[in-house]
């Protein structure tokens, strides 16, 4: 083999491993301008995903704000029921008593009724509003 030879073949060695670097060189190229682009969109993403947290952030610190005025609202209203029903008790023990009278008015006046009767029927009188008369 010849000298001549001899550069010839490893300069076509040469040159095939230069291609096969500019081959590399370029899926490289490739593949760091992907890497860049799958970065600034997972950026982006991180960007709208913290926008996302704070609005849930502002949305449950309302939602909580909102649960406390009710919970205070609940007490007041629970405060208010356990009053009434005090006063339905006090009402409900003079309803009682009114009632009890009442009867006892009742009866007394049924007594008097039967008395006045037996006096006017001793004494011959006549109701002119009486079907009798």
Known sequence: MSEM???RRRLEALEAR?????????????????????V????????????????LRTTQIEHSKTLRELGTTVGVLLTGQ??????????????????KKLDEHGKKLDRLTTSVDAIVRHMGITD?????A
Request: a negative charge.
């Open 5 to 7: 030879e001899e550069l």
């Open 18 to 38: 230069v291609d096969e670097v500019v081959e590399q060189q370029a899926a490289t190229r490739h593949l760091a301008v992907n890497s860049d682009r799958d």
């Open 40 to 55: 600034a969109a997972l950026q982006e993403q991180r960007r709208a995903d913290m926008q996302l947290l704070q609005a």
């Open 82 to 99: 356990i009053e009434l029903a005090r006063v339905q008790d006090k009402h409900t023990e003079k309803l009682d008593e009114h009632g």
């Open 128 to 132: 002119s509003r009486s079907p009798e």
